[in-house]
């Protein structure tokens, strides 16, 4: 078997421009060339490594891959298991340099090729070779000859090293098959850093053995025991996937005080339970600043015996999790709890500190003295940093310069003042934006700096938990994952909207339950009938965006820190993007421009479907169902379609909506924006631009925090 | 709050017969009597026990089902969690006289009552508590003005003590993911011991501390560890089901050989693979009394260091498994290895043991030795039985008498001798055979004896892995819980079919992947696309039936023995039970009788549906799909379809078709019972009903093993 790198002599079909031909690569390489050809596949279809005997990483990566391409072609391989040593003509060769685990920095490049010789995936470490074999499995295709993969030549390095995901486990405890499967969807898309939020006000999640009340008296039952934890990290080190623990505090920490109130800066009782309330079917509108600035339970940092718990704990913590970092939170600490502690402020006083963002910076130092006592670099949410913040300290960014809050500081500033920056400003998935938004985050900045290590999707779990939390991150995070991973100039929407449906549907194969469970959610919704009519609905909505959700629901008792709060309704099973809502935007902007007849007739039959499946829905009985929230929404897209086919009839004739007809229209428009169930009409500006004969207005962007 | 248990004084609306107006239930209560009015629930739904307050059964099953009835009902209520302790007016009591783990025997009864004033569950162990607490759970109704339970009164207990499932992780490995699903389900329907046949030629899938060995050499990675066994029996135990480990000997053992073949009765070297092999594409017809004469991988039972390693082993497992029992298999031993095997052979005539059925009864005897050293019960299957059997061995019955293979004594037969016997006959699921079937299953004697201490459900996993094994226990398992669960005059099929589909959205709603797995499945084959159309075909079909289906696949490497086998065929994804089937049989069988208009329009509409949906998948290139095997099914559904709408006409105008008409039509029919894809089409008897003018055929039966 031969393979040449070089290019000399290959017929090089085309280079692949943003619109690609190769639909299932998410994200995409730096540079891929497709050339003539496909390599067949077929029941002889082996593989063996060139590699060190003992790379366990390597050869648990191949044998899943391997599988995973024997399970979707349905071939029956006969090779059952890839072991060290060559075994003959290989159609697969994957060749590694040097075994090595994730660590940040680590070569992750790789060259993959395929011709007539079979495939090759060259790479310098084991953790490059298993972004290939993900490259790999995402070329296979099918042709009415059977499955394949594309001759190609792809040479691949990713633009930042850190890629990583944030799963809040603590407002809402996500158990371990879930992490799992996030694991295996963060594989696929190349991402290769784990987050755990693992405490917060309404639950500690982590075994202590050292100091069990923790997780005894702060979980009410539902936590990770550290046999489940290094579950998790080895399975996500086989992965590529480095798993680092955040324990936030000083704030966030009312599940710690259920055990230990005597850390807290005001007297107990404490137990688990949400920061805040907010009450219940209130009609007032909410003032989130005065939320925020309520007193809420934070760690007294005046106290020595507080900081010999904390040594304490972060050696066991230190020794459990093999990552060489460890988040300490340090967000949203408002001092009120500190103010109202007459202790304290003496303390301050005779500190000679003078606000409570000094007195944050003096707690924050020292647990930058424990953290590195147990030889870990210390990460922190922006709210740890401040003028003397030591340079190796991690700035996670998640706030918007300009935003609602406060920000600490452009991610460009820190990092070239010194300290590496991870961005999740942007990428917070928990806020319903579509996929293009995080594609597009205008908080990486323009020029990449070495301080800049990348950044992390970040899913929080008030409104969320293990039953729709899938749902809620993917496909999305794809997106996200290409923008960390791919050069700036991969940035083309409807090219990452094509690929992320194809994503969608490869991470549904390998298992996910982001479709399932949307479906899953339709049944119950229907009461286990058939959901095919709901389902052209819910296709079409969006759930409200950003805190008006989030806020808006936190006066029902959400935040019930087990894992089975009722995110059952239309609003939490939807997702933000759909295809249904892409093609339909798509027809709309071309026919605008060409006034083909075929796309016209596409669009005739999408709005004919509208209309008909209001009936439909109002015939099954749709206020008997779980769904009668939604009942406006499907109202509202019958009459609007019924306009929208007006529009056609116009448009072709050349006519216009006179000024009284649109006087009506534009109320029927302005009720069809209106939320109802925590859900929006997601095709409303689409139609308005056929009703108006207008281009399609540019993609909305959304306020970030 | 007060309850009256006493019936005086109550109207009593109707006593519940076979046809049930509780449709939710299954197994269906021994006694319910319905009463007129609802309970209501809201936001203020709460709930307390009178029990001990360490009751940690109790109290983690009424928080499971609290908070699943929330989720369903997404009222969000106000109560978070019970504790112990009465909390003022409570909507639900549930009281325990006695605190109680699982064991064989317990009092399983409980009274469940609901009126006015709330619902009362009382038991006299926290273990009858939890069968009444599923029992409220599958009482949830809902209607125009919202969610409630109905007026009740349910006296229940269970007719069999020992209601198993029975699940072979060996020949593919099972997560622990998909094994507390598992128990979930047994959860809901009453059932209280899960069997884990932990080891086979395939697989040695238990970690041993002992000997390590084991595990490394005979699992290829895929087993579960010490802590997930706990896991599992703790998972298990919280919701009253008691585990029972298999370690399968003497035959079945050719994962152990890997680590140990020392003590095989033919020289290794092993490594864990099937024990026989088909050839691949074989056409000629299987001959299954040879292949199951072939010598296999076999203990040898005359060496000492053989019993001193298997003592220790057990020791070791008898310490891990709370339960009582400890299961060692003894099935499918042909003596073959022991015959060929001159050493074995010379012993035998030292000892004169006169044939291999002897050397089995000796090898069973020194194993029975071991057990009771570790104080366990042993439990075999039914090879392990002979004349000099000790009496408190217990017998677990899978051949039918009369059967293919050799029974070893009817069931009432060993029963009476002495040894408790646990029923499996007529209950394995692999074998793709209807709900009816198992639920009529004539092997359960007609006179109860308390030595038949109940059946065990059977899930073998040569061609299941872990991506289907769920919808291939789910929903049937229900009908054979409620055989070992409710009186044996709760027999009607089509009332337990009306209850079973109904059992199957509530398992669906709690999060089993059964329905998600089946359409998982309809999207692979659909290349990601809409499959509904597909649905429309693959809900009329049933997996070939039993051996068929098991030994015509064996000659494709499919006991690759990790979870990633390519199960994802037609075949393999398909339901032997529908609601669209039943429907359609139902529908025919009434319009047959009652030549009623309605019933005729139902009938064209489906017969029409189906084809119409035909040249739909044609059109939508059928043949490039995933599917292409199935297309004859959907060809042929077709055709038959076309006669049956002929033959509804043909009734209409009293007039029959002519022996011509008949040649060609009795060719459609046969073409139409050939299997394609590893399917058949299930329709197909009902249509020929319609055609001939003949009542339905009986239920058909099949031959057990």
Known sequence: MKFSL???????????????????LMPYPKSAILQDGKYRLNASFNASCIADDKDDILYSSVNRIFHGINRKTSLYFKQQYIKPGIVGKTSLIVKVAKKSDMFRGVDESYTLQVNSEGIMVDAATSIGAIRGLETLQQLLQKDTAGFYIPFVLIKDVPRFSWRGLMIDVARHFIPIDVIKRNIDAMATVKMNVLHLHLTDDEGFRIESKLFPKLHEKGSNGQYFTQDQVKDIISYARLRGIMVVPEFDMPGHTRAWFAAYPEFASAPGPYEPGPRFSVPANSNE??????????????????????????????GEMANLFPSPYIHIGADENNGMAWKNNPAIVSF??????????????????????????????MIGWEELNSPDLPKDVVVQKWIADGGFMKSHGKPLDIAIKGNPVIISTGFYTDHFLPAYIHYQNPNIPATDHPNIWGGEAAQWTEIADAGNIELRIWPRTGAIAERLW???NVNNNENMYDRLFHLSKQLDEQGLQHIASYERGLRRLSNGNEYYNLKNLTDVLAPVRVMKNLFGRLGNPTQLSNNSSPFVEGGDIIFPDSEVKRTFRKNIAKYLDKKDPETEFLLKQQLELWIANHNVLIKAGMMQSGYANLEAHSANLQKISVTGLKALEKIKTGQVFSADEMTEIQKELKD?????????????????????????????MYPFF
Chains 1, 2 share one sequence.
């Open 6 to 24: 070089a290019l000399a002599g290959l017929f090089i079909s085309f280079i692949l421009a943003a619109q690609s031909p190769l639909p299932g």
């Open 285 to 314: 509108p909410i003032n989130i600043a005065a939320i925020m600035s309520v007193p809420t339970p934070t760690i007294d940092p005046t106290k020595e015996e507080v900081y010999k718990f904390l040594d304490k704990f972060f």
């Open 486 to 488: 791919s050069p700036a």
């Open 348 to 377: 301050m006083n005779q500190k000679g500190i003078k606000d409570v963002h000094e007195l944050q910076a003096y707690f924050v130092k020292r647990m930058y003295g424990i953290v590195q006592k147990h030889k870990k670099t």
């Open 672 to 700: 069809a924006r209106m939320p109802h169930g925590n859900a929006e009409l997601d095709v409303v500006l689409e139609i308005e631009s056929l009703i108006k004969q207008t281009l399609l207005p540019e993609p909305k």
